[in-house]
């Protein structure tokens, strides 16, 4: 598998992953800084990548555009250096690789990890998936879509 490691994370993430086997590269050395993450988003899609991010936009980003790819993983927690998670990086890595190759969100904090297929119910508009017999529209107090804990804010649970 191959990841794209986004400016959030830091460039320490490349070798960590390289030398457990994976192909890592850094934002910073194939693209601009301050692209937009649609131009991420595009970019990895274009070439086969894996996004490694600890910015949430890329799950909405993700519903929006109602696509199986690129994979996203993304990193919740204070600490994101490969010293501090990348024990429990490497675990959601592995246990999710089928997902991962065939299009997943992929949400990873220090205790565990969680895995939304994609695309999303939401942006692809699946009555057996949206199916709902409450009148109430189908999203959050978030403006997001409903049930899907993953979009939330941190601590808004």
């Given at each position: 598998?191959?990841?794209?490691?986004?400016?959030?994370?830091?460039?320490?993430?490349?070798?960590?992953?390289?030398?457990?086997?994976?192909?890592?590269?850094?934002?910073?050395?194939?693209?601009?800084p301050?692209?937009?993450?649609?131009?991420?988003?595009?970019?990895?899609a274009?070439?086969?990548?894996?996004?490694?991010?600890?910015?949430?936009?890329?799950?909405?980003?993700?519903?929006?555009?109602?696509?199986?790819?690129?994979?996203?993983?993304?990193?919740?927690?204070?600490?994101?250096?490969?010293?501090?998670?990348g024990?429990?990086?490497?675990?959601?890595?592995?246990?999710?690789?089928?997902?991962?190759?065939?299009?997943?969100?992929?949400?990873?904090?220090?205790?565990?990890?969680?895995?939304?297929?994609?695309?999303?119910?939401?942006?692809?508009?699946?009555?057996?998936?949206?199916?709902?017999?409450?009148?109430?529209?189908?999203?959050?107090?978030?403006?997001?879509?409903?049930?899907?804990?993953?979009?939330?804010?941190?601590?808004?649970?």
């Amino acid at each position: 598998m191959k990841f794209l490691i986004d400016m959030n994370l830091g460039p320490l993430w490349v070798p960590f992953l390289a030398n457990q086997g994976f192909e890592a590269v850094h934002w910073s050395t194939v693209g601009q800084p301050g692209a937009p993450d649609s131009e991420i988003l595009d970019f990895a899609a274009a070439n086969g990548w894996i996004v490694f991010t600890h910015d949430l936009d890329f799950g909405m980003l993700l519903a929006a555009l109602g696509t199986n790819t690129p994979s996203v993983i993304q990193v919740r927690s204070q600490d994101v250096l490969p010293s501090a998670i990348g024990d429990v990086v490497l675990r959601a890595i592995r246990t999710a690789e089928p997902h991962l190759k065939a299009g997943a969100l992929v949400t990873v904090d220090s205790f565990r990890h969680r895995i939304r297929l994609l695309p999303s119910a939401l942006a692809r508009n699946d009555p057996t998936l949206l199916a709902n017999t409450d009148p109430a529209p189908l999203v959050n107090r978030y403006g997001l879509p409903a049930g899907n804990k993953l979009f939330l804010p941190a601590g808004k649970r």
